[in-house]
């Protein structure tokens, strides 16, 4: 069975950090590109970021260019999100969702997602 499983959502502070790692199973993880994706409480989904399937490309959304890190480990089939300089904005449930080809532009389309994770941030 295909399966998608985010973790490392927390509640963190404005101006800190986290990490979200996207765990892979069931699937060929090193032909599909990655995205994250987010909703906002009330709102509707937003991309974040992608990686092409060999990890050699990546783009961001401009509310989180130069503050968060996408990146995965074909290896150990594992998507990563690093979030730095956290905003109270950024509070959001993060999907990771998969697409079997080498790059993907925004989210529709997806083959797989994952279930999500909250991410809070707030003093």
């Known amino acids: 069975e295909e399966q998608l499983v985010e973790s490392g959502g927390d509640l963190v502070q404005p101006g800190g950090s986290l990490s979200l790692s996207c765990a892979a199973s069931?699937?060929?993880?090193?032909?599909?590109?990655m995205a994250w994706v987010r909703q906002a409480p009330g709102k509707g989904l937003e991309w974040v970021s992608g990686i092409t399937s060999r990890g050699d490309n990546t783009r961001y959304a401009d509310s989180v260019k130069a503050r968060f890190t996408i990146s995965r480990d074909n290896t150990k089939n594992t998507m990563y999100l690093q979030m730095n300089s956290l905003k109270p904005e950024d509070t959001a449930v993060y999907y990771c969702a998969a697409r079997e080809s080498y790059w993907v532009n925004g989210y529709l389309g997806m083959d797989y997602w994952g279930k999500g994770i909250l991410v809070t941030v707030s003093a």
């Open positions: 069931g699937f060929a993880f090193s032909n599909y590109a």
